[in-house]
């Protein structure tokens, strides 16, 4: 018999025993330099194997806990979503999707893909992850933010350089759907091109250019915009559901919207069935996969009002959305409305430039904004006991539930929102 180490890199992993029976000479000094170098060998490729599949743990679970769990409610889309990681030699990459809520009961829809496989994309994919919906709360429109990403990229890859981390770069698809308008706007960093499904069943790819991916810079990013009717569907994907080294990308692109037109009784059916059509048997890359139905707020939960740049109009506006809140049953929230509209259209009035809009939302919260022509955005600050003013957005703050600005291509919209049940 004969018992040799199984040692790599300093780790004893376990033993190779060699057993003769029929033969019953002792092993001489070669066999022993023989079963050294083998179990020497087999050592090391236990010990990758182990390296490879812990790393491999790592990075799935980094994956799954940056990726959202539960999306959170709203009523612009219904939404399903698949994550299937790859299972080659790669490793797991940097595919992820985003659901973010936006104010005035939009939503942003967000798909990505990061360059390289392992920890290292999958860490990078957390940051933009993070910066993206950082920038979805600025309320940036889709081109600036692509514009934004791109530049964090360029920094990232300009940080990490001569450091042991995969290349940097990534493609990005970011979507904006407001249910009001019923308008999608969308742009692409080097990104494929989304699927639409209309209400009569005729399906294409939304035209729009892809741009560059992020971490090239220096190219501007083109910013699409379409109306969907009510109840269509669009489909966010990375390039891992339709590229493969062994299939042509136009055709598998063919079979996606064929698939997205097979009747399904839920759109988390229609994710099964367009893995299933599409997907390839053993996928090389990461495929994320993210189909949202689309809805609109009808014209009972929405009113508009134009307001004249007159002091004297505050007292009627404000009466108009009591009015309004009445016709709503939505009588406990008149109080606090009241205040929050005579504080927004003041301030519109007597800071802001026309046209001045004032608008409710009844969704699953009540949103007021007030809309100006000025592109100046208001500062949230503390006013001293002397100060004759500046306590007003402290007080809409205060009041509501969350409060924000966010620029127009007419110039800005101060919102709110309140819960639909009273605060006190």
């Not at 299972?87 to 797991?92: D, F, K, R, V």
């Not at 994710?271 to 059509?277: Q, R």
């Not at 009627?316 to 606090?336: H, I, K, N, S």
Request: proline share 6%.
């Amino acid at each position: 018999m004969m018992a040799v180490p199984l040692q790599a890199r300093g780790t004893i992993l376990g033993v190779a025993v060699a057993v003769r029976i029929r033969q019953v000479d002792d092993y001489g000094d070669d066999d022993a330099v023989f079963a050294a170098e083998l179990a020497s060998r087999a050592a090391v490729c236990v010990d990758n194997a182990r390296r490879f599949a812990r790393e491999r743990t790592t990075a799935l679970a980094l994956q799954h806990s940056l990726l959202p769990r539960g999306l959170p409610g709203q009523a612009a889309v219904e939404v399903a979503h698949r994550y299937l990681p790859s299972g080659s030699a790669a490793g797991i990459g940097g595919d992820w999707f985003d659901v973010i809520p936006l104010s005035g009961s939009r939503v942003a829809l967000v798909v990505g893909d990061v360059v390289g496989h392992g920890i290292p994309s999958s860490a990078t994919m957390g940051r933009l992850v993070t910066a993206v919906r950082t920038l979805a709360d600025v309320d940036l429109p889709p081109d600036e933010l692509l514009t934004h990403l791109d530049d964090l990229v360029t920094h990232l890859a300009s940080d990490d350089e001569g450091d042991e981390v995969a290349e940097l770069g990534a493609t990005c698809l970011y979507a904006v759907y407001d249910p009001v308008t019923r308008r999608l706007n969308l742009a692409a960093a080097g990104h494929p091109a989304p699927a639409l499904v209309l209400p009569d069943g005729s399906t294409r790819l939304i035209p729009m250019s892809a741009g560059p991916p992020l971490g090239v810079g220096g190219l501007p990013f083109e910013a699409t915009e379409l109306q969907l009717p009510e109840g269509s569907v669009v489909a966010l994907y990375t390039d891992g559901l339709v590229e493969d080294r062994d299939r042509d990308v136009d055709h598998a692109t063919d079979e996606l919207c064929r698939a997205l037109t097979v009747p399904a009784d839920s759109l988390d059916a229609l994710c099964d069935t367009v893995l299933k059509a599409v997907l390839p048997e053993e996928p090389s890359d990461d495929v994320a996969l993210l189909v949202a139905r689309t809805r609109a707020l009808g014209a009972d939960q929405v009113a508009t009002w134009d307001v004249s740049p007159d002091p004297a109009q505050v007292a009627a506006t404000r009466q108009a959305a009591t009015d309004q809140l009445t016709a709503w049953g939505l009588d406990e929230t008149a109080f606090v409305t009241e205040l929050v509209v005579s504080e927004l259209v003041t301030n519109a009035i007597r800071y802001g430039a026309p046209p001045i809009q004032l608008r409710l939302i009844r969704d699953q919260a009540l949103i007021c904004e007030v809309s100006d022509g000025s592109s100046t955005s208001p500062h949230l600050r503390r006013a001293h006991q002397d100060d004759e003013g500046g306590r007003g957005l402290l007080l809409v703050a205060q009041l509501t539930q969350r409060w924000g600005s966010r620029q127009t291509t007419r110039g800005k919209t101060i919102w709110c929102e309140q819960p639909l049940t009273p605060l006190f």
